[in-house]
């Protein structure tokens, strides 16, 4: 399969050793297939003088809520930076280069951003996968405390989360350590994809879903409901031999699956098809 330019190097990002993986320039890479004319340089210096600013305000002190209010005051009181809760499944959100441009997106672009300019004034943190949100913390020992990108770099502790939680799923939540994880490089890449596939199979563009799920696949080729995903997709596009390779490889790993039944349909649908031809 000939992969574009951008994808090509969105694979040779993601194939490298985990510490050398640049999020910011992967995510521009996944943006560059939307956006051909996209100069990824460009934005990764706009994000350099970002963190350069914000080294220039730091406190002599360099304590970690001190650093977190200087960004936070940095990103969302002076460049106005916020999250988009007026159009949430705007696909832009989704794509670095247009939350710099239009300083809006949702918590795991806006998160980025800061985990970008963090790592460049030596604060390192990492993003952390919390149900139905996402947030980030500094990284250390002792470090118990998390930031939410998405409502202004607020400042959170473990009981905060829980309470954020219960308002997001609009009833009484009990949070669990293995809620809080930090997450890879790569799970953070599937889960912005995850959130562009969602949205494009929303809005029935689906060769827009497909291309999201194919990059998912780069990054976790085990996926198997991305397989069987892709393979739906594949039958409503009518490349019915990738989508029988797809669903068929589906059901060799899910047999009890409750869509088996379904899956197994459709399979017996395009197989009838061909034989009758």
């Not at 672009?109 to 943190?125: C, K, N, V, W």
């Not at 780069?218 to 594949?234: H, K, N, Q, V």
């Amino acid at each position: 399969m000939e992969f574009s330019l951008a994808r090509q190097r969105f694979y040779q990002e993601i194939h490298q050793p985990d510490a050398e993986i640049n999020l910011g320039r992967a995510a521009l890479y996944l943006a560059q297939e939307e956006y051909p004319e996209l100069d990824v340089e460009e934005y990764l210096n706009a994000i350099d003088t970002m963190a350069a600013e914000v080294a220039e305000r730091l406190p002599p002190q360099r304590y970690p809520l001190r650093i977190i209010q200087t960004i936070n005051q940095y990103l969302f009181a002076d460049l106005k930076f916020r999250g988009n809760t007026d159009q949430y499944y705007d696909p832009r959100n989704s794509y670095l280069n247009q939350v710099i441009d239009r300083r809006t997106g949702i918590p795991i672009t806006l998160s980025l951003i800061y985990l970008e300019i963090a790592a460049r004034i030596d604060f390192p943190m990492v993003g952390i996968n919390m149900p139905g949100h996402f947030l980030i913390r500094p990284v250390g020992e002792g470090m118990q405390i998390f930031v939410d990108p998405f409502h202004q770099g607020e400042v959170l502790f473990a009981e905060d989360c829980q309470d954020r939680l219960s308002q997001i799923f609009s009833r009484p939540m009990q949070m669990q350590p293995e809620q809080l994880p930090a997450i890879s490089p790569q799970q953070f890449l599937a889960r912005m994809l995850g959130n562009l596939k969602a949205i494009y199979l929303s809005k029935g563009k689906i060769q827009k879903a497909l291309a999201a799920i194919d990059r998912i696949l780069l990054l976790f080729p085990d996926s198997i409901t991305d397989r069987r995903d892709r393979g739906l997709l594949y039958y409503q596009l009518g490349r019915w031999p990738e989508a029988c390779r797809e669903l068929e490889t589906y059901l060799a790993e899910e047999p009890l699956a409750t869509d088996t039944g379904l899956i197994r349909s459709l399979l017996q649908r395009m197989q009838n098809s061909e034989g009758a031809e």
